[in-house]
């Protein structure tokens, strides 16, 4: 049944998947406090929502449901902490802008002003988040896999991106604070997960990380046989999230927010999966367990 209803992207779903945010959105702020703070993280979201949903629906990254979406709203279910307005919530916003130029380049027109456009992004996330600038390494290998490596293609990010320094960089020495400038290449690499240790965050993430594994044992083999853009979005995928893995492990302090750096490939991944099974009572299953997961985790 829910297989079903979310099964087409249909007005309705998004309400309902609205809906279903509120409800977690509601739980976090009266576990906190109600506050004009709330009215910022919730329009932050909705400007989260927008994007992601843009994203999938210009780049053909899942079939025509609303899985992804669903994922999207039970992982902050599952991570309420997300919920915050902060540097590492402002950087994962600009990734997204970021990822919305690199899943496009799949389409040649405008290839120019997209990835000197995902350069700026870039830089904007380098500010807030400086180990964010791995994800240089998705804008290359969508480059690559998109076959437009020319040497306008490899300068066009770097000048984005080093326009964003140079701009930040005469403010700084404007305001003769250069050592705020000189602060974001100080990277003091650190793989301490202690944080994520507690029973709030590990027992969940265990068990997203056991059902996207097998998403992606059950769907690679079919993306991959293929030539096509979906293949080349899957190799993408894939990479997006090793890189958000790393940097969340990388990420000091860790107060939560840096998970949604990984929302977007593991929504998009389950999604894939979860279009695979033929029987709908399993992928009914699959996001009964979600929900009542989530549930779980915020009653507890």
């Known amino acids: 049944m829910l297989a079903n209803f979310f099964g087409k992207s249909k ?8 809906a279903l945010f509120l409800s977690y959105f509601s739980v976090h702020i009266f576990s906190t406090n109600i506050s004009l703070k709330s009215a910022e993280e919730l329009l932050g979201f909705l400007i989260v929502f927008g994007i992601f949903n843009f994203i999938i629906a210009k780049n053909n990254v899942t079939f025509d449901n609303s899985y992804a979406f669903l994922f999207f709203v039970l992982l902050i279910g599952f991570f309420p902490d997300v919920i915050k307005i902060n540097p590492l919530f402002l950087a994962s916003l600009s990734i997204l802008f970021f990822s919305r130029k690199i899943y496009s380049l799949q389409v040649a027109s405008n290839k120019f002003y997209k990835l000197f456009d995902a350069g700026l992004w870039l830089g904007i996330s380098f500010l807030l988040a400086p180990y964010t600038a791995f994800f240089a ?140 099974f033929q029987k709908k009572w399993i992928s009914d299953a699959v996001i009964l367990l979600f929900l009542l997961g989530t549930i779980l985790m915020n009653i507890l």
């Open 137 to 276: 390494l998705l804008l290359y290998t969508a480059i690559y896999v998109h076959q437009q490596v020319t040497y306008q293609t490899i300068l066009l990010p770097l000048l984005g991106f080093g326009a964003v320094l140079f701009l930040f960089f005469t403010y700084c020495f404007w305001v003769d604070e250069t050592f705020v400038f000189l602060s974001l290449f100080d990277w003091n690499l650190s793989y301490n997960i202690d944080f994520y240790q507690q029973a709030t965050y590990l027992f969940p993430l265990l068990f997203i990380e056991i059902v996207v594994f097998y998403a992606l044992l059950l769907k690679s083999p079919k993306a991959l046989s293929v030539l096509n853009t979906f293949k080349k979005n899957w190799i993408l995928l894939f990479i997006h999230l090793l890189i958000s893995s790393f940097i969340i492990i990388l990420t000091t302090p860790k107060t939560g927010t840096e998970l949604l750096l990984m929302f977007f490939p593991v929504s998009i991944i389950l999604a894939n999966g979860l279009e695979l």
């Open 11 to 18: 007005p309705v779903n998004f309400i309902v998947l609205f």
